[in-house]
């Protein structure tokens, strides 16, 4: 059984950084598989924020660019996501995502309240 674990979230003015982090366990070999970074807020659907390949590309929303960076070490079988200059607006659940193919695991999230 495969389970992924985020943390790191919580609450940070704005202007501030926070570091999430996602660790998988179980049977998977993570160095296969895509992983991504979601968040929702209220009311809005569910959005990639950042992803990487197993070949360590990666992919940023336009909303992030320049200040989110996303990363993975897949000896300790963990994803971050590094979050700096934050916004109000980046206020949401964060959500990691391990997939490949049509297998798709999602981890439970971590809610990141950017507030003064």
């Known amino acids: 059984q495969v389970q992924l674990v985020e943390s790191g979230g919580g609450l940070v003015q704005p202007g501030g950084s926070l570091r999430l982090s996602c660790v998988a366990s179980?049977?998977?070999?993570?160095?296969?598989?895509?992983v991504g970074w979601y968040r929702q807020a209220p009311g809005k659907q569910r959005e990639l924020v950042a992803s990487i390949t197993s070949g360590g590309t990666t992919n940023y929303a336009d909303s992030v660019k320049g200040r989110f960076t996303i990363s993975r070490d897949n000896a300790k079988k963990t994803v971050y996501l590094q979050m700096n200059s934050l916004k109000p607006e980046d206020t949401a659940l964060y959500y990691c995502?391990?997939?490949?193919?049509?297998?798709?695991?999602w981890g439970q999230g971590t809610q990141v309240t950017v507030s003064s």
């Open positions: 995502n391990y997939r490949r193919g049509a297998i798709d695991y």
């Open positions: 179980g049977s998977i070999s993570v160095v296969t598989y895509l």
